[in-house]
């Protein structure tokens, strides 16, 4: 039998639901969010479809320890390393933000590398996610170079030196190479300018092409949907006589070649 709520619960429940319905009538972002977390997934899915979001929260964490970070670091060769050292040895749980963002770095590329190694053996990059796996490759490039220009800003020995690697290797590239070189470095010497451009690009433009293209990335597997894996009758890349008619994400992928209409877009006589 079904619960009767009580009168004064109704209205208490009412109450919560007020601001939720304020926002829905004026702007659908409630209904966006149900679709978001409530659409069909395959019934096969299993641990290894959660590496995305593990990447996802890990990028999250790095975000967040990241803008804690810059409230604190002064990004000049003068102050940079003395900075750190406040952050980690004075200020109050400073060396557990450092430690969550240095360490978080690491757990975010080997995430990201796992991901993309589960996209690949799942065949998920198939027909018609294609693009999906475009956009994931300028994200592994961004995030490489989000460690790359991160590794500077101690200005330590380590940090130094291992930049004087990377812009030297930078630096071997054919044609391009030695005005990349001068790019990085902003001038012919690390020093100054060059933690002025790792900074700049570490925390505004990095980022800010990341979130930009996670945003489309995830738009995509909502819109395709998500694979099922490579044991499945529905695994991606299979001939398939019919479509299957409950869609996953927003679009059916149809079977290419044999011109057949998914059953709901058919025209009956
Ligand atoms: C910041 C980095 C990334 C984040 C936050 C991210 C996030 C996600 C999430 C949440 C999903 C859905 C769940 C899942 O399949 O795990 C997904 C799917 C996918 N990702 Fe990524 N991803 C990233 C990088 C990459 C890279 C580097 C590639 C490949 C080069 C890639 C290719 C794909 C593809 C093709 C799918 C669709 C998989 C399917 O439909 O089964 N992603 N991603």
């Known amino acids: ?140 490039v961004l995030a490489m170079l989000e460690g790359f220009t991160g590794y500077l800003l101690p200005w330590d020995q380590t940090a130094y030196w291992a930049t004087v690697v990377g812009i030297n290797l930078n630096a071997t590239a054919p044609i391009a190479g030695p005005f990349i070189a001068d790019f990085l470095r902003g001038g012919t010497e690390i020093g100054e300018n060059t933690l002025t451009i790792f900074y700049s690009m570490h925390m505004l433009l990095i980022p800010g092409g990341l979130i930009a293209l996670i945003g489309l990335h995830l738009y995509l597997v909502v819109r395709l949907g998500v694979t099922s894996p490579p044991w499945s009758k529905d695994a991606p890349g299979l001939e398939r006589e019919e479509v299957v008619t409950a869609p996953r994400g927003l679009v059916e992928p149809r079977p290419r070649g044999n011109g057949a209409v998914p059953e709901r877009d058919r025209v009956s006589p």
């Open 1 to 140: 039998m079904p619960r009767v709520k009580s009168k004064r619960r109704q209205q208490l429940e009412q109450a919560a639901l007020l601001p939720v319905d304020w926002l829905e009538e004026r702007s659908g972002l409630v209904g966006g969010v149900k679709y978001f977390l409530f659409r069909k997934v395959p019934h096969d899915t299993n641990w290894f479809h959660t590496l995305g979001s593990a990447t996802l929260t890990a990028f999250i964490v790095q975000a967040v320890t990241g803008v804690i970070l810059a409230f604190y670091y002064k990004p000049s060769p003068d102050e940079a390393y003395a900075s750190i050292q406040e952050i980690t040895n004075e200020l109050t749980l400073g060396w557990l933000v450092r430690g969550m963002h240095r360490w978080g770095a690491s757990v975010f590329i080997i995430l990201l590398f796992l991901h993309m190694g589960r996209v690949f053996l799942f065949g998920a990059y198939k027909y018609p996610r294609e693009l999906n796996w475009l956009l994931g490759v300028g994200l592994l």
